[in-house]
Structure formats: C-alpha cells, structure tokens
C-alpha cells in the first residue's frame, strides 16, 4: 500500500492550507484515514481521523479549525486547516488503516501504512 501525501506549504498566521493523501495499492480495504504531525524536537501527535463506520476525532489542539473529509477520488482524504497558527509548524504524515485481500472476496490482515511527510510552515 502506498501513500501519497501533498499540499504542504509556507503561510502567513491566520491563513489556509489544504493537505490531500491518496492510498493505492493492493488491498482489500480501508477503515480509516487519518493525519499526524511532528513538530522539530517533538514527538509525532495525532490530528484528525476519519473512519469508514465510525466518527470522525479531531485533537483539541485543531477542532473547529481544521476539517477531515472524503475527497470525489477514490482513497482520498482531505485535510482542510484553516486559522492556522505558528504552532500548526511541522510536517504532516497522513496513515491509512485497513484490511488486505484474504481467500476469495473475504478481507485479509490488516495493515497500517505511512505516507512520507509534508511540510507546513507557518509564519507569525
């Protein structure tokens, strides 16, 4: 399974920016999608989560200014921040959840895989 994380950038205090993560690959299917970020000399914390059946988490930190949603391409999410702050610095990998392919249309192991980071930087 592969991930391909976008749309990281530098923005002024107050401003937009939308992440995106794109799953491909082999596999039976997802359960969840959700965003992590790691500040320089922090450890990695948690953002936001979709779930196929369940609902949505946010981390205090970015609820009410940062939205997780389903985009119209297939195995995609979204990642639309907004008011972001300086403490919003630090990059972002999104991690997928989910089932490979078992015997016949029946789900296999689960796996959980990494996208490779972007950055977002943001300007006081």
């Known amino acids: 399974v592969q991930l391909q994380a976008s749309g990281g950038g530098l923005v002024q205090a107050g401003g937009s920016l939308r992440l995106s993560c794109a799953a491909s690959?082999?596999?039976?299917?997802?359960?969840?999608i959700g965003w992590y970020r790691q500040a320089p000399g922090k450890e990695r914390e948690f953002v936001a989560r979709?779930?196929?059946?369940?609902?949505?988490d946010y981390a205090a930190s970015v609820k009410d200014r940062f939205t997780i949603f389903r985009d119209s391409a297939a195995n995609t999410v979204i990642l639309s921040m907004n008011s972001l702050k300086p403490e919003d610095t630090a990059a972002y990998y999104c991690?997928?959840?989910?089932?490979?392919?078992?015997?016949?249309?029946?789900?296999?192991?689960?796996?959980?895989?990494w996208g490779q980071g972007t950055l977002v930087t943001v300007s006081s």
């Open positions: 979709l779930r196929r059946d369940g609902p949505i």
């Open positions: 991690n997928v959840e989910g089932a490979l392919h078992g015997k016949g249309w029946n789900p296999g192991r689960y796996f959980s895989s």
């Open positions: 690959g082999s596999f039976h299917s997802i359960s969840s």
